[in-house]
């Protein structure tokens, strides 16, 4: 997130200025060379940088959320231009956009700006409270960035949203391990490798890949071409265990511990 907010002082600002009284048409060149060592690290740790260009928390702190129609275009054609060449750059238009209380045609007005202002073409969406359902089917975005409420059952109607927008969904929360007071955060180590694991078989990701959370089968029987064979894995995902069970071909059953949230990974070798 470029833009400070409250709770987060940070000890440079993107633009030149102070506190109410920004130009916006002058970025800081210090703080702007931090965000690029800072998404370079990260690139060379192999993670992705989702870079969110606007948010709803400033509450009278600084100022930043006061850039007029112009500002912004010149912000983000800035950003484009300054962080583009990074292979590992999505652009998120907003974190919860919602509470910003906007219309879906400011958003897209914005969003067709970093489109076109991006050479190369990166992962871009925006990002709503828990429930949020943006036109997702618009041109500039490419993939779905949905909140899920702290409900684990809602787990279970992510792949509706892969069939309703045909894109990829990403679920960018699904709350999160901690000792808050707050039911967002604070779910158990196991609670949240559920989660992420039952978001992945939902439709995020398309695979051979079976996860049985909690609630554990004897055995599995699964139907597969008679012709071909595939190899037979099963993943206990708490404990970071992989055996493996054997080749197979046509219907075969394989039998599970008792164990939660074991998985089975199968996949073609012949």
């Known amino acids: 997130m470029p833009l400070p907010h409250k709770g987060n002082q940070l000890p440079i600002y993107p633009f ?3 506190k109410h009284n920004w130009n916006f048409f002058r970025p800081n060149p210090e703080f702007w060379r931090m965000i690029d060592m800072s998404v370079r690290d990260l690139g060379k740790l192999g993670i992705q940088a989702d870079f969110i260009l606007f948010h709803p928390y400033d509450r009278g702190e600084f ?3 006061k850039m007029n129609d112009n ?9 484009a231009a300054r962080l583009s060449a990074y292979k590992n ?7 919860e956009y919602d509470l910003i209380n906007k219309s879906n045609v400011y958003w897209d007005k914005l969003g067709k700006i970093i489109a076109d202002a991006d050479p190369y073409k ?6 709503g409270l828990p429930g949020s359902k943006y036109d997702w089917t618009q041109n500039w975005i490419s993939h779905v960035s949905y909140q899920m409420s702290t409900k684990a059952t809602e787990l279970y109607l992510l792949y509706k949203l892969k069939s309703q927008f045909n894109k990829l969904v990403i679920l960018d929360e699904y709350a ?8 967002w955060g604070n779910l158990s180590g196991k609670e949240e490798l559920y989660r992420h694991w039952t978001a992945m078989i939902q439709g995020v990701y398309a695979t051979y890949l079976y996860c049985f959370g909690k609630d554990t089968d004897p055995s599995k029987t699964f139907t597969l071409p008679e012709k071909s064979k595939f190899h037979v894995d099963l993943i206990d995902t708490w404990n970071m265990t992989i055996e493996e069970r054997g080749s ?21 070798i012949k």
């Not at 990166?122 to 990002?127: A, G, K, P």
């Not at 999160?176 to 039911?183: A, M, P, S, V």
């Open 16 to 18: 030149e200025g102070e």
């Open 63 to 65: 100022g930043l959320d």
């Open 71 to 79: 500002e912004k275009k010149f912000y983000l054609e800035y950003v």
């Open 89 to 95: 750059i999505w652009w998120s238009m907003s974190n």
């Open 122 to 127: 990166h992962l871009r969406s925006i990002h």
């Open 176 to 183: 999160y391990e901690g000792n808050l007071n707050y039911d």
């Open 248 to 268: 197979y071909s046509g219907r075969f059953t394989i039998v599970i511990p008792e164990n939660q949230y074991i998985a089975i990974r199968i996949y073609k």
